[in-house]
Structures are given as structure tokens and as C-alpha cells.
């Protein structure tokens, strides 16, 4: 199948990776984000810088989302593993410079068991050297990726179902027309609050929910047979990937659309997956980064599905995934955390905010914004640089 991700020249031909900088911030006091799996005490944030011998950089996002510790991990795994790997690397085909550093960390993966903190530097690490790619040239993401411009839609990601109609009213003042709510919460109401909300929406919104993988096979049922009237877009990680795919095609039979996809780590998984998902949602700082995950979904997009990419860390993240939503093309859908994260908006406060529930990316090259570790200096708790 052509992907259409250009493997070719995609940078000039002397041009090489000369600096790459890591950045761990980490805020130590965020407001309670409830899941699934417990309350959010501390979120971090860990973003890599690549550079050329040029002067032309790019930013990438590699995911650290829980537990917080885990982001000096892979920190330390992009300083002293992949880095010095990458220095001095010619930048012509970033697909064949990715393959060549993940062929590189086979080692690792058989006698450590890395495959998900390798999974995710790697992924970084590739967005990163992509946005550096459409900056040398001059051009936004998308359109070196071979999309066009065109508007977004968007939702609210991480909304608590028991939020209450002043808190709708404020997202929606803020330009969101879509909403996620989270379930699979311990407390028995979450389903009632859920019912509420997504009953009291206005015309022209809709909902979908996000279970976290919360629920076991019982609870799940119990839980889609309850809201199977609810009107949403889809029910995302009703149970957890590792379960069996006879447990997610008998969900599927319950009446709502299934998203997936966020925990997923080779294109097999997700592949195989498509028996039962009908919303696939790859993370760019999980597994791929661009180089897999833009293929991926243009694979989605013809087999009839939604790609949905998944973000829910810094706006270099977001716009990343904007990027590549916006290459691929279909009808997915945006997510953008509307949590209050200093670790988000002060890194890059320029990025699109929703109106009437889109957004529009500009012209500027690459992905549009640049992360100011200054602005972040309080919540930052390490920083290495590593050139050749």
C-alpha cells in the first residue's frame, strides 16, 4: 500500500543531526485529574530538541504520562542510548534513520523488556526530527507530510462526568463543542453524572467517553447496556488491550462505536485490533512517531475507520497531532486536554485555541510553535544536551 509519507530526499543531502536536548519538567501540585487508575498527583512533561549543523531544530513530545517517574527513564534512554546513536546521522530519509536506531535497541528490548519506554523515545525522537524537516524547508508539518490546510475539529479531553453545567458552560466558552467524559470511575455515580451531562447537551454537540481501560469484562457489559441510548461518538478502552479479542468483539456487539488504540506498540497489534475498533487512536510520542503513524492512518482511513490520533501531554504534542491529522485527511477528531496544565500552556502558549469547535493551523513552518524552556525553568528537573 503508498502510504504517501515522502522516503525520499525529505532533507538536503549533507544535512545531519548535530544537537539533541532532553527537558523534564515536572509539576508537583497540577489539579486532581481522576481516572481508572487513581488520582493524578504530579504531571510531567518530556521534550526533546533535535538540530542540524545548520542552525534549523525541531521539537518533538515523547510520553510520560504515568507514572511521573517514568519520564527520567526515558530521558535517560534518549541521552545514553539514542542520541549518541543519532549524532551525526544524515538526515535524507528520517523513515531509515528511525528503522536504523530501532534496529540498533534490539539488544535492549531482548534483555531488558523496554519495549514501552523504547517505543516511546523513539517515537519523540522521530516527531522531532520531522518538525526540523519542514522548518529547514520552510513549509507547516502538514504540508511537507503532503496534506493542506484545512479546519480541525477539536474536543475537550479529560472532562469529569459529575463536571457541573457552570464548568460545560466554560469549556464551551472556550470554543469546545465536543467533549470526552471519563468512566470506569469507582465511585458508583460517575454513570448517573454521566447520563446528566451528555442528556443536557445542546444541539450541534456530541460526547464520547473514556473508560481507561477501568472496567473488566462484567463491569463493562453492565456499563454499555446501561448508557446504550447515550448518542456518542464512541466508548474508547472499555478493558484493556491485553484482553482477548473475543472479550472486545463481544463489546462490539453492544450497540456503541470502540476507540483504541493509545497502548498499542506495533502495527501488528493495531492491525489486528481493526476486528473490533472503529476509532483508532495512535499516540505520536507512544509508537512511531510520524514515520509509522501517519502510514497507519491513511491504512485506517481505507479500511473505513476513524483515525483519531491521541494526545494528551503538551501542546507540542497537540500540534503534532494536528499535523498529521491534518496530512492523513478523514473526519477525525482532535483531542486537546482541557485540564489546567502550567507544563502545556506555558511551554507554548501560541497554540490555536478552538472556535466553534475547530481550529486552523497557519503557514508557519513546521509545527507552528516553539516551546520556551525559560518559561518553564520552575518545573524543570533536568535538561541534558548532547552533540557531536
Known amino acids: 500500500m503508498n502510504s504517501g509519507i515522502p522516503h525520499g530526499a525529505i532533507c538536503s543531502a549533507e544535512q545531519i543531526v548535530s544537537r539533541i536536548q532532553v527537558y523534564v519538567f515536572q509539576d508537583d501540585a497540577p489539579p486532581a485529574v481522576a481516572s481508572s487508575f487513581g488520582v493524578s498527583t504530579q504531571r510531567t512533561s518530556v521534550l526533546v530538541k533535535v538540530e542540524d549543523q545548520h542552525g534549523h531544530h525541531g521539537w518533538g513530545e515523547i510520553w510520560s504520562g504515568h507514572p511521573a517517574f517514568g519520564a527520567y527513564h526515558r530521558a535517560s534512554i534518549l541521552e545514553h542510548l539514542l542520541a549518541p546513536r543519532a549524532l551525526g546521522q544524515p538526515l535524507a530519509s528520517i523513515p531509515a534513520l528511525t528503522a536504523d536506531l530501532e534496529a540498533g535497541m534490539i539488544p535492549m528490548l531482548r534483555l531488558a523488556g523496554e519495549a514501552g519506554p523504547l517505543a516511546h523515545t523513539l517515537a519523540g525522537l522521530d516527531c522531532a526530527l520531522w518538525d526540523m524537516a519542514a522548518r529547514a524547508r520552510g513549509v507547516p508539518l502538514y504540508r511537507l507530510l503532503g496534506g493542506q490546510a484545512r ?10 462526568p459529575s463536571i457541573s453545567r457552570a464548568g460545560l458552560d466554560a469549556l464551551r466558552e472556550r470554543g469546545f463543542r465536543a467533549f470526552k467524559f471519563k468512566a470506569a470511575l469507582k465511585d458508583e455515580r460517575a454513570l448517573d453524572d454521566l447520563e446528566r451531562n451528555v442528556a443536557g447537551l445542546a444541539r450541534g454537540e456530541s460526547a464520547m467517553i473514556d ?14 447496556t446501561r448508557i446504550r441510548a447515550l448518542p456518542l461518538q464512541w466508548v474508547e478502552e472499555p478493558i484493556g488491550p491485553e484482553r482477548p479479542a473475543s472479550e472486545w468483539l463481544a463489546l462490539r456487539q453492544g450497540g456503541h462505536r470502540l476507540a483504541g488504540g493509545e497502548n498499542l506498540l506495533t502495527l501488528e497489534a493495531f492491525r489486528t485490533a481493526f476486528a473490533w475498533l472503529d476509532v483508532v487512536q495512535p499516540d505520536l510520542g507512544k509508537w512511531g512517531g510520524i514515520s509509522k503513524v501517519l502510514p497507519l492512518a491513511r491504512e485506517v482511513l481505507a479500511s473505513g475507520r476513524r483515525y483519531c490520533p491521541h494526545a494528551f501531554g503538551s501542546h507540542v504534542g497537540a500540534a503534532l497531532a494536528a499535523h498529521v491529522l491534518s496530512a492523513a485527511g478523514g473526519d477525525g477528531v482532535l483531542e486537546l486536554d482541557a485540564n489546567p496544565n502550567p507544563l502545556r500552556t506555558l511551554a507554548a502558549p501560541a497554540f490555536p485555541a478552538p472556535v466553534n469547535g475547530h481550529i486552523t493551523l497557519d503557514d508557519e513552518p513546521g509545527i507552528g510553535i516553539d516551546p520556551d524552556p525559560e518559561a518553564l525553568r520552575p518545573y524543570l528537573k533536568r535538561h541534558a544536551v548532547i552533540e557531536r
Open 151 to 160: 479546519r480541525l475539529p477539536v474536543y475537550a479531553s479529560g472532562v469529569s
Open 211 to 224: 473508560a481507561n481501560c477501568g472496567w473488566d469484562m462484567d463491569g463493562a457489559l453492565r456499563a454499555l
